[in-house]
């Protein structure tokens, strides 16, 4: 069943649109807020700042809402399992994400180039920051899934049945290569 078209193109916050728009801009600010909580200092800010949304788009079903950010965002939220190994001073490096479905493979050490600004203001050589991260992996700070919650989404649910759009289907896609 279809939206009824006044409900899309009528003016004001009683529109279909008007409530996406909304919605759309409240959870990129919660998004953000969220990654400002849980990041280390020293960051590039490269994914917050790419924390945005497209233009709303008619479908054939109705209409289509994207929030766009950088495709790590994923290893961020989720962490990343290292590959372990033995320390040279003895004992174990010790798994930061040991229950991550993203994990770095033996031999395939991620490139400095994305240690260097961290590593710099913390006054770390990024070398010795990629060996850790490649041996430790990425601890998991659950900045995305803290703020899309079932009951986040509900409520977008509730606020479309408020303005009369009762025959809605939210469908959010979490792309999560495993």
């Known amino acids: 069943m279809a939206i009824d078209d006044s409900l899309l193109t009528s003016s004001g916050t009683d529109s279909v649109q008007s409530v996406i728009l909304d919605w759309q801009n409240e959870t990129i600010e919660l998004l953000q807020t969220s990654l400002d909580n849980s990041a ?24 289509l809402m994207v929030i766009e950010m950088e495709d790590y965002y994923k290893y961020i939220d989720e962490g990343v399992r290292g590959v372990g190994g033995e320390k040279k001073g003895g ?18 050490k991620p490139s400095v180039k994305h240690f260097e600004q961290w590593a710099r203001t913390k006054g770390l050589n990024p070398f010795a920051v990629r060996e850790s991260v490649f041996r430790k992996g990425i601890t998991p700070n659950h900045f995305f899934s803290k703020v899309m919650t079932d009951q986040w989404i509900g409520e977008l649910s509730t606020r479309l049945e408020l303005v009369g759009a009762n025959n809605i289907e939210i469908i959010l896609k979490n792309n999560l290569e495993q």
């Open 40 to 63: 280390s200092t020293g960051t590039s800010l490269k994914l917050r700042q790419s924390i945005q949304p497209r233009q709303l788009k008619q479908t054939e079903n109705g209409l």
């Open 91 to 108: 004992g174990i490096f010790q798994q930061v994400a040991p229950n991550s479905p993203f994990s770095y493979k033996e031999g395939v």
